[in-house]
């Protein structure tokens, strides 16, 4: 049996160029940032920023010791569509967020009696009380930040096209009253609501967590990457290493590390468990179609075209010529309120054909 990969070690969060670089910077970011303000952490998606998440909460803040002082320096929720006809719920949001801030009344844990009374109190009670309980549980705690996975579900909050944004500047209130750091993470779609945020905008902090594309400092760092899984892996003879099919590699995973770990991981459980070789026709074999990958690529590609910053729209070049020319409005001639005489077509005097 060949394409033996171990599991665990193949799980395991590789650290690579683009890695680093991002959590380096958002380290640098929520160090420096003060309570009330935004900061937005975007990017492919199976990139590897949950991951990257769970990494800088642990440098900031190490382990909190809950049991013995009751406080908590930061929390977690994902932000899960979970409502009715897949729809996001804020009032489920906050339940979540609830539990994680170890709320003594709302905090659902289990199916015991006691948790059971709490979740009928929980539907009793309003969305407003549930808010109010869950910002003094916040200050109580003495959370610094709070992080928001998978951000970009707010966009089922609802049909209006508002929705979202009033999501998100609830959000940002929150941060505010509860004088936390508040850090969102998520896909690419996350940008389209911030957009249109322009108070939210100028109190974020914005960090990109890229793909690798295809120039010669990414190529060979995608390399490197495929030498370390090479590592793991027991190739069939037609196979020496994973760099031998580098841009088959590429173009179905668009440089994401997340997307090749999960196409890796298909290949090596055909291969475990089907006795087939790990070689070029089983990447080819469990790569995913063309359908999905269309898909994927043009999330990535609006996602990256609007995180880029063109000189013209700064300077103001792609205003018309007329408005650049003269802002002054323009001044039309004749008396004031009275209607410019005009001779009426035959046959038309009553606005009839």
């Known amino acids: 049996m060949s394409g033996i990969i171990n599991g665990s070690k193949f799980n395991m969060p590789i650290v690579h160029r683009n890695w680093q670089r991002a959590i380096s910077e958002i380290f640098a970011i929520i160090s420096c940032a ?42 977690r929720v994902t932000a899960s569509n979970s409502g009715n006809h897949g729809a996001f719920s804020t009032k489920a949001m906050i339940q979540r967020m609830l539990k994680s801030v170890k709320h003594p009344l709302y905090s659902v844990n289990g199916l015991d009696l006691q948790n059971y009374l709490a979740i009928q109190k929980f539907d009793r009670t309003t969305e407003s009380t ?42 940002k209130c929150l941060a505010e009253n509860t004088n936390t750091i508040i850090v969102f993470i998520g896909a690419y779609p996350i940008l389209d609501i911030l957009s249109n945020a322009a108070h939210l905008l100028g109190r974020k902090h914005q960090i990109h967590f890229p793909r690798y594309h295809v120039n010669a400092e ?96 700064l300077s103001g070049a792609g205003e018309s010529e007329d408005s650049r020319s003269d802002s002054r409005p323009t001044i039309k001639k004749g008396k004031p309120f009275q209607k410019k005489p005009k001779r009426e077509v035959a046959g038309n005097r009553l606005g009839g054909e």
């Open 130 to 171: 549930l808010r109010e309980a869950l910002e003094q549980a916040i200050i109580a705690r003495g959370v610094k930040i709070i992080f928001i996975d998978e951000a970009q579900h707010i966009k089922y909050v609802s049909k209006d096209t508002q929705a979202p944004l009033a999501v998100m500047e609830s959000w």
């Open 218 to 313: 990414d190529i060979v760092a995608f390399g490197q990457i495929l030498k370390k899984y090479s590592e793991l892996i027991t190739f069939n003879s037609s196979l020496q290493s994973l760099t031998d099919v580098a841009e088959l590699l590429y173009e179905g995973s668009f440089g994401c590390i997340g997307l090749l770990k999960g196409w890796l991981n298909r290949a090596d459980a055909i291969s475990l468990h089907c006795d087939t070789p790990f070689d070029e026709k089983l990447l080819y074999r469990t790569r995913l179609s063309d359908l999905d990958l269309s898909v994927i690529r043009k999330e990535i590609l609006t996602g990256e075209k609007m995180l880029q910053t063109k000189k013209s729209d």
């Open 34 to 75: 003060s309570p009330g303000e935004v900061v937005c952490l975007t990017g492919p998606s199976r990139v590897g920023k949950s991951t990257l998440i769970n990494r800088v909460n642990s440098m900031l803040f190490g382990e909190d010791d809950f049991d013995r002082t009751g406080k908590l320096n930061s929390i």
